[in-house]
Nanobody
Framework: QVQLVESGGGLVQAGGSLRLSCAAS?????????VGWFRQAPGQEREFAAA????????YYADSVKGRFTISRDNAKNTVYLQMSSLKPEDTAVYYC?????????????????WGQGTQVNVSS
């Protein structure tokens, strides 16, 4: 199985930026169909944020982050990134990366079988 490790979280002021990284080991992302980012705010359900088709590079974003977040990949480093800009206090959450071995139009969390442990993002007013 692939091991996923997130990094890059921290504390920023509203309007600031952060870049999250998700590095894979054990297996390369090329063996998976899609990689996604999910987030869970305090007291809230985990929700989908963004995903990328590993082979083709196509991306998909939740409406709540579209235009502010960008998901990308670096094949050589076997890493996926989530560039977050214009951050808002409501973006405060634990962010998780996840991978699945097939392509689907559904991005619900139960379709992703491999998960990282998450990285905390706090956005102050």
């Amino acid at each position: 199985q692939v091991q996923l490790v997130e990094s890059g979280g921290g504390l920023v002021q509203a309007g600031g930026s952060l870049r999250l990284s998700c590095a894979a080991s054990g297996r390369t992302f090329s063996r998976y169909g899609m990689v996604g980012w999910f987030r869970q705010a305090p007291g809230q359900e985990r929700e989908f944020a963004a995903a990328i088709d590993w082979s083709g590079g196509s991306t998909y974003y939740a409406d709540s982050v579209k235009g502010r977040f960008t998901i990308s990949r670096d094949n050589a480093k076997n890493t996926v990134y989530l560039q977050m800009s214009s951050l808002k206090p409501e973006d405060t959450a634990v962010y998780y990366c996840a991978a699945r071995t097939y392509y689907s139009s559904s991005y619900s969390q139960d379709t992703f079988g491999s998960w990282g442990q998450g990285t905390q993002v706090n956005v102050s007013s």
